[in-house]
């Protein structure tokens, strides 16, 4: 059965007026129209209420009077205009019924049942806290058992697929709540930038869903991390962007954008088959909204400028609604008589009425206190509620107004873990915020902001948070009920339930440990992952290997946070990050390992515990003026008048160094004037005479700042150095990439000015070069033309009296490394040959690096032949722009990552980051890729990927005894329940504590 709608015919009522306040209401012009053109209208208006709304009556109705369509019938005009003002007023929501429901409406015909047994199943009820042991049955699309299930009802099943997971965690399919999937497609193209209007500020009109993208290279890979629902909001660069739709990252049997909503409002007209499911349209679904404020929208004007657009929007709605409800108090009291115009609306405002009315989830992107501050006023002083407030930096700092937004429930909160302080309205964000606002009571989500941070390590997140002290089901509710909840459609995801629907993630380890990877993903019980495969071949990708012990079943311990949250908010977001300075002896006992630089710089175990009958038996460590003293099991009196502490199975171990980013180049990303600045472009610009040098290269080091909270926030998680360079990471809407990147500078991520002893470890490292990637959004630089200018600096006919020639004449002879930006495999071949052409010439081995290196997997044996070494950057390949779409994406799609492949070719290999937060979290990174390696690359050896291997393809001096040791307490680096309290600096002579 179904009703054949056709495109409304509101144009004939109601043309789109432009964004302006003075304008009259529709209605009223109608008033003053002649009477053919009103009777005209309620034909219409009567066709559109018959084809637009879907209850089953209304269905009924339709077919029934289809054919009677242009008779009139006044007594069903007034039905019908009496049913859709009961219908304005509905609250959507499922019906009481829906959880009884025997069948989903996205279940598609020949989905097998499917039986997980002996799982522990997360179901995401009960604020997180419910984790039930038990047997999980999918049938049709839905949830149809959990827990102890009935034989009975197994028997009954046909075709049923039966697992047994053996304790393996299941969790419900995750759910993203901030996504700009679909409508910044991966990888980015300038055909398929369909995120953001130019035509704002106010644009309720909009809907992301018409530029969704169905061929985004992100939902294959958001599913392998196992998140199966995304709000697809537009962007924030206007106070209204659009309507956001709810949709699941299937490929559905019809292969349209329309068929991935999950629950599409009325308002969304979708061409109906024969066979499509009428309850999907019977129900009154929720639609939702975007907003934003603050930095993002400052395209369009100032905060104030920002408000008061919002402030008049909400007024013509305003207008338009109190315009219906007189309509229908009239209608509802029979007072025909009185009505002489159409019921009023207008499709600008229409969705903006349904904000006012409650019907809709308003997704909210505002950062600093003054900006949720005009938003709580702006929700009371119109009377609407807001579902979340997305990248709200500082609401931590002011929890109590996050229950003055107006309505009974506050609005949850959506933030990143550790993606803080890239913009001055986040400046104050913090890996606490999440723990202070749960506190608070205030519902927490974790979100992605994808492709911002890609949408796959979702999970990561809240496994991030948890590390930083949000509650374990906090964390995870986080991820999945919370922002179902926020989304209204917590009656079918992000829980599991009996009737919720069967979107399921089997986990190949405690969801909160680092690296926990799906096995299996189903969404509407339709297997995701492992990815069916297309030639009909079975595939299989090994997946946990190195987790079979019971302990990667438990949750992992963390440690205690309290002083350093306290300590956050009492500094309003901004604490000292300085630790205490001592040149006194220092004895940390109960150390369970010691690992030190040798001679070469290789970090090695220069002690471990042993485990005796008693019990491992810990050893201590003494310090004294930043040297070590003692080391073993018994540093006798050594320790009788030092400064003793506990570090609980804790471990000494060399400092981390971190590469890539601008750390120590810029304070806030996108505040030039906290950082270095512009740099020119030889290739686009003239270089200023007083430079004379062609080239333009300049060295990091003069631009260099200390004390940045990126590199302190760095130190204290034990990155203590870093190798930067003047390359910028590029970003959609921001600049073309520098092709010469100048020469990059070591230096100490805890030292506070240049000058200090040790806070300069190298001031000229190594020559950097960017190749390719070009902008997607702008026209750059040929990479041809690119792969000219360099070859001719690497061929020496530039003098090498100036900056250029000398430095590029320092690289092709090998004198110092040249460190290329490079994604592309083609590229990498050229530059291969290119290296191959210039070593025959000036007859000496250059010191080739790729850096970013994407697809450096398709090159692995040709890249060892060359010698060139690797630094994967970031680690876990994202395939943002074109020259990076051939990834290795690792389990659960692929059984190798790109870092197996180059370690098995033995080409030397570092890690980077991108963005200077990101050195935060450089331990877990490197984890993740000894993990997702299913533990080929042993923690050791990734490890040097961050220390030893790193710095010698950057050419960095053995620091040997000098370098830096971090004090971990409660665990090693690798472990989640350690931290580092302190740095024991040789070269200083002090141990600097947290
Ligand atoms: C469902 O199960 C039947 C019987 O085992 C099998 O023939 C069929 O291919 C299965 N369908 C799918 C979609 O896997
Ligand atoms: C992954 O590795 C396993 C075990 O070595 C092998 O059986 C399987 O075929 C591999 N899968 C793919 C897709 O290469």
């Known amino acids: 059965m179904s009703a054949k709608a056709s495109t409304p015919n509101r144009w004939v009522i109601t043309q789109p007026t432009s964004f302006d306040h003075r304008s009259q209401t529709r209605w009223t012009k109608f008033a003053t129209r002649s009477f053919s053109v009103v009777v005209a209208a309620l034909f219409a208006i009567l066709t559109t209420f018959l084809l637009s709304f879907h209850d089953s009556s209304l269905i009924a109705n339709t077919l029934k009077f289809e054919r009677n369509l242009y008779t009139p019938v006044f007594d069903h005009t007034k039905q019908a205009l009496l049913t859709r003002c009961a219908r304005i007023t509905a609250t959507p929501g499922p019906s009481a019924s829906f959880l009884a429901r025997d069948k989903s409406d996205r279940y598609e015909k020949g989905t097998n049942a499917t039986l997980i047994r002996n799982a522990v199943i997360f179901t995401g009820k009960d604020d997180g806290q419910q984790i039930i042991h038990g047997d999980l049955l999918l049938d049709k699309g839905i949830v149809r058992g959990i827990g102890k299930i009935s034989p009975r009802v197994i028997d009954s099943i046909k075709n049923l697929k039966e697992i047994d997971v053996n304790g393996a965690w299941v969790t419900p399919g995750l759910v993203d709540l901030h996504t700009h999937m679909g409508v910044l497609s991966t990888p980015i193209l300038s055909g398929a930038v369909d995120f953001d209007s130019a035509k704002g500020p106010i644009l309720p009109w909009l809907r992301s869903v018409d530029g969704l993208n169905t061929h985004d290279e992100s939902y294959e890979l958001a599913l392998a991390g196992g998140v199966t629902s995304v709000q697809v909001l537009p962007g924030g660069s206007n106070a209204i962007g659009g309507q956001s739709f709810m949709v699941k990252l299937r490929k559905t049997k019809d292969r349209t954008a329309s068929s991935m909503i999950i629950e599409p409002p009325e308002t969304l007209v979708i061409p109906r088959g024969d066979d499509d499911d009428d309850a999907a349209f019977a129900t009154h679904h929720w639609r939702h909204m975007k907003q934003a404020c603050g930095e993002s929208t400052r395209v369009h004007g100032n905060r104030m400028d920002t408000m008061w657009s919002l402030r008049v929007a909400y ?114 964000g913090s890996e ?144 000292p990050l300085r630790g205490r300075e001592t040149e006194d002896r220092i ?240 590229i990498m071949a050229n530059l291969i040959l290119l290296k191959i052409d210039v070593e025959d010439k000036i007859g000496a081995q250059m010191r080739m690096v790729f850096s970013g290196a994407a697809e450096a997997h398709l090159l692995a044996q040709e890249i060892s032949n060359a010698r060139i070494g690797v630094i994967l950057n970031p680690i876990r390949a994202v395939p943002t722009v074109w020259d990076q779409r051939r990834i290795l994406p690792g389990p659960p799609l692929s059984n190798d990552t790109t870092l197996v492949k180059l370690l098995d070719k033995g080409v030397i290999v570092g890690m980077g980051i991108r ?13 993740w890729a000894s993990f997702e390696s299913n533990k080929r690359v042993s923690e050791q050896q990734a490890y040097a990927l961050v220390t030893h291997d790193l710095e010698n393809l950057l050419g960095i001096r053995n620091m040997g005894e000098d370098s830096d040791l971090v004090v971990w307490e409660g665990g090693s680096m690798f472990d989640m329940s350690s931290k580092a309290i302190g740095v024991i600096s040789p070269i200083k002579g002090t141990v600097e504590l947290f």
């Open 315 to 428: 007024t013509e709605a305003i207008k338009m609604k109190a315009a219906q409800d007189e309509f229908c108090a009239k209608a509802e009291n029979g007072l025909w008589d009185l009505i002489n115009t159409p019921f009023p609306e207008d499709l600008k405002w229409e969705a903006l009425v349904d904000v006012l009315r409650g019907k809709v989830k308003v997704s909210t992107h505002c950062s600093e206190a003054v900006d949720l501050d005009a938003m709580a006023r702006l929700s009371n002083e119109f009377k609407f509620p807001i579902a979340s407030l997305h990248s709200a930096s500082e609401a931590w700092l002011v929890p109590s107004l996050v229950r003055k937004f107006y309505g009974s429930v506050p609005p949850s909160v959506a933030l990143s873990a550790t993606n803080h302080r890239g913009k001055k309205e986040t400046y104050r």
């Open 432 to 575: 606490f915020a999440s723990r202070v606002l749960s506190d608070h009571d205030v519902p927490i989500i974790l979100k992605s902001d994808h492709p911002v941070v890609n949408s796959r390590y979702l999970l990561y997140e809240a496994q991030q948070a948890h590390y930083y002290g949000l509650p374990p089901n906090v964390a995870l509710a986080a991820v999945t009920s919370s922002p179902a909840a926020a989304a209204g459609l917590l009656h079918r995801i992000g829980v599991l339930e009996e009737g919720s629907d069967a979107d399921v993630v089997l986990w190949d380890s405690h969801p909160l440990r680092v690296g926990a990877t799906p096995q299996k993903v189903w969404v509407d019980g339709i297997l995701q992952i492992p990815v069916p495969s297309k030639t009909g071949e079975e595939t299989h990708v090994v997946i946990g290997r190195g987790k079979e012990a019971d302990e990667w079943k438990r949750k992992p311990y963390v440690p205690d946070w309290e002083q350093e949250r306290n300590q956050s908010i009492r500094w309003d977001g901004l604490p």
């Open 587 to 826: 004895a940390f006992i109960n150390v369970k390992q010691v690992w030190k630089r040798v001679l070469d710089g290789e970090v090695h175990e220069a002690f471990t515990a042993e485990s005796t009958e008693e019990g491992l038996q810990l050893g201590m460590v003494v310090v004294e003026a930043g040297k070590l003293s003692c080391l073993g099991v018994d540093c006798g009196d050594l320790v009788g008048n030092a400064e003793v502490i506990d570090l609980r199975g804790g471990v000494v171990s060399s400092g981390l160094m971190t590469y890539g980013s601008p750390l120590g180049i810029e304070e806030i990303a996108s505040e030039p004037s906290t950082g270095d600045g512009t740099t020119f472009n030889a290739f686009e610009t003239d270089v200023p005479r007083v430079l004379d040098d062609t080239g333009a290269v300049v060295r990091a080091v003069d631009g260099l700042i200390f004390g940045t909270r990126n590199a302190l926030i760095a130190y204290k998680s034990g990155v203590t150095f870093a190798t930067s360079s003047l390359a910028k990471p590029v970003q959609v809407g921001g600049p073309e990439a520098q092709i010469i990147c100048g020469l990059s500078v070591t230096f100490r991520t805890g030292s506070g000015h240049a000058m200090e002893r040790g806070a300069l470890i190298q001031e000229v490292v190594a020559l950097h070069v960017a190749i390719g990637k070009s902008h997607p959004l702008l026209k750059g630089v040929s990479v041809s033309t690119q792969i000219a200018g360099l070859r001719r600096l690497l061929y020496g006919w530039e003098s090498s009296e100036k900056e250029t020639g000398h430095w590029f004449k320092q690289a092709a002879e090998g004198i110092v490394p040249l460190v290329i930006d490079v994604d592309s495999a083609d």
């Open 915 to 927: 963005h200077a937060w990101q050195a935060q979290t450089t331990r877990f990174d490197v984890q």
